[in-house]
């Protein structure tokens, strides 16, 4: 049976790069026989995280939301960088996921979606660090909600010169780096899967 890997981007922008290269991650972990979901957050509508809304009840896409990265073992993040950490959008997603539902027993642990997910790290930008420093800052939030995260990262530079006219990437070193993440993501996301089996 494919393993399956969940793949988004910090990003709802048009011509995110980012987004370009959750796209390329996918292809990778298609390559690799993975069952990929592609899951693009601006098809989720998700308000900004406010407990007093919160109170009058837990948006559905939230519960959505919280019930595909359940469904997920591994997963493969592409952030941007803003002001050198990862966005807004991606934390609000994050605070809205990670907090407890009291009305619904099966999501009453805000931890559920999060722990014992096996988490790669992408990052890219227009810049010479590639959004290294939002990765920095993303790998704690994600330890802390008791997810395995992937030594393995890595933030492409220069997004602008990276990516070819049909959005693939230019760079076979490039391209083998993406692969190392979402191979090495996939890989110990397997082996934790057997460790935790009876």
Known sequence: MKHPILIFAGSTRTASWNRLLARRAAEAAERL???VTLLELGDFDIPLYNADLEARGTPPDVIRLKEVFHAH???IICSPEYNGSYTGLLKNT???VSSPVQSLPEWSDGL???AGKVVGLLSTSPGALGGLRSLSHLTPLLMNLQCWVNPRQFALPKAAEA???QGQLISPTDR???????RDTLWASQ??????RP
């Not at 083998?176 to 979402?182: K, M, N």
């Open 163 to 165: 990516f070819d006219a």
């Open 176 to 182: 083998d780096a993406v692969d190392a993440v979402v």
């Open 73 to 75: 073992p591994a997963w």
């Open 191 to 196: 082996a934790f899967g057997q460790a935790l």
């Open 33 to 35: 026989g993975a069952a």
């Open 94 to 96: 994050i605070d809205w």
């Open 112 to 114: 559920k979606p999060f």
